[in-house]
């Protein structure tokens, strides 16, 4: 354990005592954290957890988002993404354009496929599954994290099929794990609000449990800065640890700062720095038992993430090709890191870059020995590893 470098008093000196014994924190320091001002002991807090958890190491993945459709049944306030069906803006990509983008996308050395996309009653179920099929078949090494837990809910219902009959064939089309997408906040008088029609907290939770126990992990989002309150926060993050603790499932959880343009809600002001950054630091202290916390550039920038990897942060998202969802939001800060200099952002902050697939395994890709990435990564400190693929032409590489 990290021996604390100062010696911390306030109101926040009970916390940090706990903090340096290693113990859980509770609701009400949870919101204590949120309404501090002591920003700088926060972090310090913050980040003797993440120095504990992961020393220097900095994780990045190198992604391709699959965006396949933009037309959904639903409206939420909070989406600038989805189209009706009807609209001539909607799009679905063919499982062929898929292919191609993969293709592209493998000569640069892609590590995972990121897809989601909005609930089409007009795909048959086989469509996602030649999906998985088809990026494979031209990219085997990379992980597949597929469809958020609304998404499984919706193929569940439209398929009449259970959650754990749609990822046992999912499974065998290729599927990794899950992301974390469709959380919002996990508080269902909030998501009457900014997502009504959408699943209930307690099914994006069971969803996600279910999942943990076929054998795929998942992330888990946070989507703060709309109507929520501080304590709404707290409640979400103890209702993932309660799941975590009895599952170990959820990989990472993903804070995202709401972006109002181009959605229902376009008056509501976009979220400061520091709330920000509280935002990382509580994420670190209250869930103890999730092992990343991850931030994604394109909702915040380069430079605050550099910071906030003093604030708890331990991955940085990715490259993020053709992501297509939060851009509709208007969340684009114009730096579009590449690989290379997302990994010399990450020195400049005193860290040590590693890349990853989903699934948080380090270094270049080896199958039977033989480097198969065509882009292998250069300078990165992380260790090659050796991942046990099935052979080369086959489907479900890379499962868990
Ligand atoms: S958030 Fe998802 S479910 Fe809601 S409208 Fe957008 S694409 Fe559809």
Redesign the pocket.
């Known amino acids: 354990m990290t021996a604390f470098k100062f010696k911390v008093s306030g109101p926040l000196a009970p916390i940090a005592e706990k903090v340096r014994r290693g113990e859980r924190l509770d609701r009400e320091d949870g919101v204590a954290l949120f309404k501090t001002n002591d920003i700088f002991t926060l972090g310090y807090l913050a980040n003797q957890v993440r120095d504990r958890v992961h020393g220097d190491k900095t994780f990045y993945t190198h992604t391709l988002h699959v965006n396949y459709s933009?037309a959904?049944v639903?409206?939420?306030a909070?989406?600038a993404?989805?189209r009706p069906l009807d609209s001539e803006e909607a799009y679905t990509f063919s499982v062929e354009q898929m292919a191609a983008q993969a293709e592209a996308a493998g000569k640069l050395g892609v590590r995972e496929f990121h897809i989601t996309?909005?609930?089409n009653p007009k795909l048959p179920f086989e469509y996602y599954e030649n999906m998985f099929r088809g990026l494979r078949a031209k990219v085997p090494w990379a992980t597949i994290k597929a469809f958020t837990a609304?998404e499984i809910d919706f193929f569940s219902k439209k398929f009449r099929m259970t959650v754990e009959e749609i990822y046992r064939r999912l499974g065998e089309a290729g599927l990794n794990c899950l992301p974390g997408g469709?959380a919002e906040i996990l508080v269902d008088r909030v998501r009457d609000i900014v997502?009504k029609g959408?699943i209930s907290a307690a099914r994006w939770l069971e969803v996600h449990e279910i999942g943990h126990r076929a054998g795929f992990p998942s992330n888990a989002t946070m989507l703060y800065g709309h109507v929520e309150t501080l304590e709404d926060r707290v409640d979400h993050m103890l209702k993932l640890r309660g799941v975590q603790d009895r599952t170990q499932g959820f990989l990472a959880f993903v804070p995202l700062s709401f972006h109002a343009e181009n959605t229902a809600m376009p008056d509501l002001k976009p979220t400061t720095g520091i709330e920000d950054l509280k935002v990382y630091a509580v994420s670190r202290l209250m869930l103890d038992n999730v092992p990343h916390i991850k931030l994604l550039w394109t909702y915040v920038g380069t430079k605050l993430l550099q910071v906030a990897l003093d604030f708890g942060v331990d991955d940085v998202g990715s490259t993020n090709m053709e992501e297509r969802i939060v851009k509709a939001a208007g969340a684009d800060h114009g730096d579009r890191p590449t690989r290379d200099e997302l990994m010399e952002m990450i020195r400049h902050a005193g860290r040590t870059p590693c890349e990853v697939d989903s699934l948080y395994r380090e270094g270049p890709v080896q199958m039977a020995g033989e480097l198969v990435a065509p882009s292998p990564v250069v300078g990165t400190e992380c260790r090659p590893v050796d991942v046990a693929f099935g052979d080369k032409t086959g489907d479900g590489v890379a499962r868990r």
Do not use: Q, R
């Open positions: 933009n959904c639903l409206d939420c909070l989406c993404y989805y996309g909005g609930l609304v469709g997502c959408k």
